[in-house]
């Protein structure tokens, strides 16, 4: 049977998904300093032409490479709560996923660490980043009310800053998973938002005035 022909958008977004790839690996290989447009075209088989028939330049590779991602995991993780009946099986269903994750947890990090030190030194990059950095939180603020609610608990602060709150420990954790792989497991973030949420739950239980639970 001979091979369906690709259409060419199908053509120009293969090339652009390997040119992505490529970069993803060669950012956290080398850093994004370090890497040359010339490297990515030449890592993924292409021409430096080819880069800049769908790249304008090595942050429009550093954006996409963050939407993606995050994108990515934000929808992986909304799947995971879709048909979750407790918090039980929320926790269930995200262990399972850390530990799924924690096999590329290294080169992710890596590779996000480099383009927080690129963005840093370019303003409009770092505010492109600091809006996928939003969008992250507000999932997280999102769950965060939704699981208090459950409990008919009221937020002992700013659901934003909650998330906040959670965001910053997940970073902390994961830099410090890769440097002590031996004593904190790929579920470490898991365990630390567990306990955070029961705190909290127990803290709006004990500062709201006698009213029925939920359960």
Sequence with gaps: MTP???????SRRQTRDRLLEAAAELFAERGVNGTSVEQIAERAGYS??????????????????L????????????????????FADVLQGLRA???????????W?????ELFLHARRNPELRQRLAERELLARGAIAGGIEQELGRHDATPPADPAFLAL???ALEDGLLIQRQLCPDEIGDEVVVDAVELLLRSWTALAADDAPDRPSRG
């Design 97 to 107: 996923w850390h530990r799924a994750r924690g096999r590329h947890a290294a080169d």
């Design 165 to 167: 709150i959670v965001h």
């Design 48 to 65: 430096r032409g080819a880069f800049y028939g769908n790249f304008e330049d090595k942050d429009e590779v550093v954006l996409e490479l």
């Design 109 to 113: 990090l890596a590779l996000r660490l």
């Design 67 to 86: 939407d993606r991602r995050t994108r990515s995991e934000l929808r992986e993780v909304r799947e995971l709560g879709r048909d979750a009946e407790s």
């Design 4 to 10: 369906k022909r690709m259409t060419r958008e199908e």
